[in-house]
C-alpha cells in the first residue's frame, strides 16, 4: 500500500509569482484534503475534493485554487503569492464523501519572499 | 476565530513521566476529536481518537478524557519515553459535513533523559 506522497518538498518563490503543488492520494482512496499549516501553528483547512469535485473549502481567498483528477491525485495551484503564503502545504486522502480518517502526506515548504 | 484551543503550547517531561496536553472546543456541533502526533519533516499522524458520547478512551500509553459539558478534552501520555518527543495537535470535526479538520496550535513536547 503506497502512502500520500507530495512533490516538490521544498519550494522558494516570490511575491506575485504563481506556484501549484501536487498530491499523490494513497491507494484506494478517492478524497483528497488540503491543509496549510503555518510556522508553530496548527494546520487550516484550505478544501476537499471528491471524485474530482470541491466538497468544501475553508476561508482562503480564491486565488487558492485546486484540482482532482481521475486517478485521484490532485494539484493545489496558489496565484499572486504573498508573503504570509510561506508555509508547510498539507495534502491528506481519505476514501468517501462523509466522513473517514486522513491520512497526511509529508507536505510541502514553500518559502515566498 | 479559533474554535479549539490548545494549552500548554511546550512541555518538558522526564522520562517516565506522565505529560498532559489540554484542548477547548466552542462549535457543539463538533462529534469527532482525533489527536494528532508530528515529527519534523513529516505530516500528522493519527494518535488516537474519541467521540462525545464516551468520557475516555485509552490505547496503549495513551489516554484521552472527554468532558462534554466543559467542552474540554485532554491526552495524556503515561510513562513517557523519548521517542514520544513530538509536536502534538489536538481536532475536531463535525462529520455530518465536509471532512475538515479544525486543529489546536500544537504543543510542543520534549521528553527528557
Known sequence: ETGVTQSPTHLIKTRGQQVTLRCSSQSGHNTVSW??????????????????????RGNFPPRFSGLQFPNYSSELNVNALELD????????????????????????????? | QQQVKQSPQSLIVQKGGISII????????FDYFPWYQQFPGKGPALLIAIRPDVSEKKEGRFTISFNKSAK?????????????????????IHTGTASKLTFGTGTRLQVTL
Open chain 1, 35 to 56: 491543509y496549510q499549516q503555518a510556522l508553530g501553528q496548527g494546520p487550516q483547512f484550505i478544501f476537499q475534493y471528491y471524485r474530482e469535485e470541491e466538497n468544501g
Open chain 1, 85 to 113: 503564503d510561506s508555509a508547510l502545504y498539507l495534502c491528506a486522502s481519505s476514501l468517501g464523501r462523509a466522513f473517514d480518517e486522513q491520512f497526511f502526506g509529508p507536505g510541502t515548504r514553500l518559502t515566498v519572499l
Open chain 2, 22 to 29: 489540554n484542548c477547548a472546543y466552542e462549535n457543539t456541533a
Open chain 2, 72 to 92: 474540554q478534552f485532554s491526552l495524556h501520555i503515561m510513562d513517557s519515553q523519548p521517542g514520544d518527543s513530538a509536536t502534538y495537535f489536538c481536532a475536531a
